[in-house]
T-cell receptor, first 114, second 113 residues
Framework: DSGVTQTPKHLITATGQRVTLRCSPRSGDLSVYWYQQSLDQGLQFLIQYYNGEERAKGNILERFSAQQFPDLHSELNLSSLELGDSALYFC?????????????FGPGTRLTVT | SQKIEQNSEALNIQEGKTATLTCNYTNYSPAYLQWYRQDPGRGPVFLLLIRENEKEKRKERLKVTFDTTLKQSLFHITASQPADSATYLCALMNNNAGNMLTFGGGTRLMVKP
């Protein structure tokens, strides 16, 4: 158990809908990262937050947005969903903003868009 | 363009042998390189981190080497066990990219008893 929690575990929704994925980092970790993993694309970095502020962006679509709240939990919002958004979404956390720190991944949310 | 390449073919070895996985990269200047293990349907689990000025790092049966001239990292599991069967991902962290981790596609290791 990494100490990172994600809800829900599974989500099935229809195209065009909007969903929110939630992540609670390990106690004391200030950095939160979101990743998307699909069969054909591998594990792709989406976005990073550090202590409430956005710090880095990867290949995140404009239909996707995220935020980190004062209690450090984070939410990833996915809107106007398409079939291709079906994937595993992982959240990870690390103690501080520094590249020497390993990342701790949550169990993921499996999103299925039908 | 930047690339991280891991052997996409599964590596099949016999229990007790040493498994060696390769991670090659181009157009990166990584300060750190990390290795993760991922089991099906689960989140990656951190294994080892090696810095650019370190040649080798060990942890129990695991060993990682980092050659910034060859732009390559090797990941070794000695005395492999069936429980080591998983996908192993290498990841690069570039200090100039907001500590973003970029992952390779992973290599699936199968250890047969």
């Amino acid at each position: 158990d990494s100490g990172v929690t994600q809800t829900p575990k599974h989500l099935i929704t229809a195209t065009g809908q909007r969903v929110t994925l939630r992540c609670s980092p390990r106690s004391g970790d200030l950095s939160v990262y979101w990743y998307q993993q699909s069969l054909d694309q591998g594990l792709q970095f989406l976005i990073q937050y550090y202590n409430g502020e956005e710090r880095a962006k990867g290949n995140i679509l404009e239909r996707f947005s995220a935020q980190q709240f004062p209690d450090l939990h984070s939410e990833l919002n996915l809107s106007s969903l398409e079939l291709g958004d079906s994937a595993l979404y992982f959240c990870a956390s690390s103690p501080r903003q520094g590249s020497a720190y390993e990342q701790y991944f949550g169990p993921g949310t499996r999103l299925t868009v039908t | 363009s930047q690339k991280i390449e891991q052997n996409s073919e599964a590596l099949n070895i016999q229990e007790g042998k040493t498994a060696t996985l390769t991670c090659n990269y181009t157009n990166y200047s990584p300060a750190y390189l990390q290795w993760y293990r991922q089991d099906p349907g689960r989140g990656p689990v951190f294994l080892l981190l090696i810095r650019e000025n370190e040649k080798e790092k060990r942890k129990e049966r695991l060993k990682v080497t980092f050659d910034t001239t060859l732009k390559q990292s090797l990941f070794h599991i000695t005395a492999s066990q069936p429980a080591d069967s998983a996908t192993y991902l290498c990841a690069l962290m570039n200090n100039n990219a907001g500590n973003m981790l970029t992952f390779g596609g992973g290599t699936r290791l199968m250890v047969k008893p």
